[in-house]
């Protein structure tokens, strides 16, 4: 499985953006998809999962009510939009996908940056 993260770029405090990430295998060979964040000197972290099949969702509690995961299946693609970004949201995100639950990753795709300027 290949993944293709895209949307990232520079923003100003307080705004929005969407990140996509598009899978090259049709989404019901896959579990789940992901979203992870690694900023410059810190570990990578959880950020939101979604289950294909139940559309079930997950979220770290530091984004929780400002971004929201959604899949579209017949496009094989999974959003994050983050919405009242903050500074401390800058970071590499990456996209995955599981093969089985939401807690252990497989694939991983290139990652695209976001940078939130205060």
């Known amino acids: 499985v290949q993944l293709q993260a895209s949307g990232g770029g520079l923003v100003q405090a307080g705004g929005s953006l969407r990140l996509s990430c598009a899978a090259s295998?049709?989404?019901?060979?896959?579990?789940?998809m992901g979203w992870f964040r690694q900023a410059p000197g810190k570990e990578r972290e959880f950020v939101a999962a979604?289950?294909?099949?139940?559309?079930?969702?997950y979220y770290a509690d530091n984004v929780k009510g400002r971004c929201t995961i959604s899949s579209d299946n017949a496009k094989n693609t999974v959003y994050l939009r983050m919405n009242s970004l903050k500074p401390e949201d800058t970071a590499v995100y990456y996209c995955?996908?599981?093969?089985?639950?939401?807690?252990?990753?497989?694939?991983w795709g290139q990652g695209t940056q976001v940078t939130v300027s205060s």
């Open positions: 979604i289950t294909w099949s139940g559309g079930s969702t």
């Open positions: 295998r049709h989404s019901f060979s896959m579990y789940s």
């Open positions: 995955a996908a599981a093969k089985v639950g939401v807690a252990k990753y497989d694939y």
